[in-house]
């Protein structure tokens, strides 16, 4: 899938701006900043170790939407329970390792239908992790086993995720279209591992352009240390933005 053009507010709708920090305080100041200029906030596991369920309802009082990245990854009936208690948060997107199997995703999903039905909540998108994308081949293959590709193993798993109802995977840019192609356009790709060409990899392995992902049909582009960790923030993003227009 190639997608011919994107206009600057349909790259700010796009982008989920992560929220890396162990400071309640500086995620809200974050949100404050940057709220005009990006789609969604992220939400992850340091940050909702520390400051939890607040937190998020702070966030999305303040008006954005919350990706809930917490990757729940445990037995069916634990994570069925897990995804109501986010959506009773509000969230918008919230996520499960496709890993734990479609048994688990499954229930996720069932559950999360029928509470937003019975509490009249709105259901947010619930998407699975594929391949972390700090992982490359090598790991893959050598420390966890698994003798495929990185780009079949992201092909098989974005298919059981679709045969368990989910909307969506979390895949590297590398992988949207393949996803695309096995999945359909409507089937929703979240991109971590975004760089832009002045930023560097840090630990993230397969990376591309928010340019190029965009192209490829991502749906939302995980964006944190390209801006976060930029000595300009708020340069960095408008950069990021303006490079991304096509
Ligand atoms: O700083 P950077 O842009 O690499 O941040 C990427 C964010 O996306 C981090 O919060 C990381 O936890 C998250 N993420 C990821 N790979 C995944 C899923 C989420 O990097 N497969």
């Known amino acids: 899938m190639i997608v011919e053009h994107r206009t600057e507010s349909e790259v700010r709708e796009r982008l989920i701006l992560a929220l890396d920090t162990d400071d309640p305080d500086h995620a809200l100041e974050m949100v404050n900043r940057f709220r005009p200029r990006v789609g ?28 809930l990245d917490l990757k729940f990854h445990d ?21 499960v390792h496709a890993s734990g199997g479609v048994e688990m995703m499954k229930a996720a999903s ?6 937003c039905l019975r509490e009249n909540l709105d259901r947010p998108r619930l998407i699975a992790v594929t391949v972390l994308t700090s992982l490359a081949q090598e790991a893959l293959e050598h420390e966890i086993g698994v003798p495929r590709r990185i780009e079949s193993h992201v092909k098989h798993l974005a298919s059981l995720s679709m045969r368990a109802g989910l909307d969506g995977v ?12 096995q999945c359909g356009e409507k089937f929703l790709v979240v991109t971590p591992g975004i760089r832009p060409p002045w930023s560097p990899p840090d630990d993230q392995k397969r990376t591309m352009t928010p340019k190029q992902a965009l192209m490829e049909g991502a749906d939302y582009l995980v964006i944190g240390r390209a801006v976060t960790a930029q000595k300009d923030p708020d340069a ?7 490079e991304s227009v096509f």
């Open 40 to 67: 969604l906030f992220k939400v992850g596991l340091q940050l909702f170790t520390k400051a939890g369920p607040t937190l998020v309802t702070s966030i999305r009082e303040q008006g954005p939407g919350v990706f």
């Open 75 to 95: 037995i069916p009936n634990t994570v069925a329970g897990a995804v109501i208690e986010a959506a009773r948060l509000g969230v918008k997107i919230l996520n």
């Open 110 to 115: 069932e559950s999360l239908i029928r509470t």
């Open 170 to 181: 979390v895949a590297s840019p590398r992988e949207i279209s393949i996803i695309k192609d």
């Open 236 to 242: 960095a993003l408008d950069r990021l933005i303006e």
